[in-house]
């Protein structure tokens, strides 16, 4: 999927991971389609970034095993300076000038610093900001990812949205149909691992199957 910044859009863990500061990398994007509005904002078109989580040490790894992930939707735009999706990508070194692009599927593989925090209501995970990562400076190889990249951009061609979206999906004006029958229309406090049938799996292998404020 292409972003314009001109002038004017496997396998992981059920778990919760423990709050905290790691090395996220980017491992998943799906447009999820328009997202209702709540009474402050318009319905708008949405995407869902999705990290698994690294620790100095090593993958940070559930009771049985998996690598711990996470995600975050974001408005599907990186025009302006107020830009989250802009930022974040920033934060992963992926730098768009106003004027420039960037494909999403050139995103996955890409590591950034999160601190994630619990809700209020203790139930979900979320990501509370993103900071950029240097091998050098941080005196930290980047890790070798674990879970293959996969991206959904929506398309008729690719039919489900990856299961880990696929609450956010659901729940879209546009796109629901598109999610898993499992899906419902509130947002799951665990993070299916497959991808949807017809996903795309950026490693190229065909037998591979929440807002941050800044």
């Not at 730098?95 to 999160?114: R, V, Y």
């Amino acid at each position: 999927m292409k972003f314009d910044n001109t002038p004017t859009s496997d396998g992981g863990s059920y778990e919760k991971p423990e709050p905290g500061k790691y090395l996220g990398i980017l491992v998943g994007f799906s447009f999820v389609g328009i997202q209702p509005g709540n009474g402050q904002y318009a319905p708008r078109p949405q995407v869902m970034l999705r990290w698994e989580l690294h620790k100095r040490k090593g993958p940070s790894i559930d009771s049985k095993n998996f690598v711990h992930t996470v995600t975050a939707s974001f408005g599907a735009t990186v025009r302006g300076e107020n830009s989250k999706l802009r930022k974040t990508l920033a934060a992963h070194g992926v730098d768009i000038p106003e004027g420039g692009s960037s494909e999403s599927c050139e995103w996955l593989g890409k590591a950034a610093w999160l601190d994630i925090e619990l809700s209020d209501d203790r139930k979900y995970i979320n990501v509370v900001n993103v900071s950029r990562y240097d091998p050098v400076e941080d005196d930290l190889v980047k890790p070798e990812q674990v879970l293959d990249s996969i991206s959904w951009e929506g398309a008729p061609d690719e039919k489900l949205c990856p299961s880990w979206a696929a609450w956010a999906v659901a729940r879209s004006t546009d796109l629901s149909d598109r999610a898993p029958k499992f899906a419902g229309g509130k947002r799951s406090e665990k993070q299916p691992v497959r991808a949807g049938i017809g996903a795309t799996n950026c490693n190229n292998d065909p037998n591979d199957e929440e807002n941050i404020p800044f």
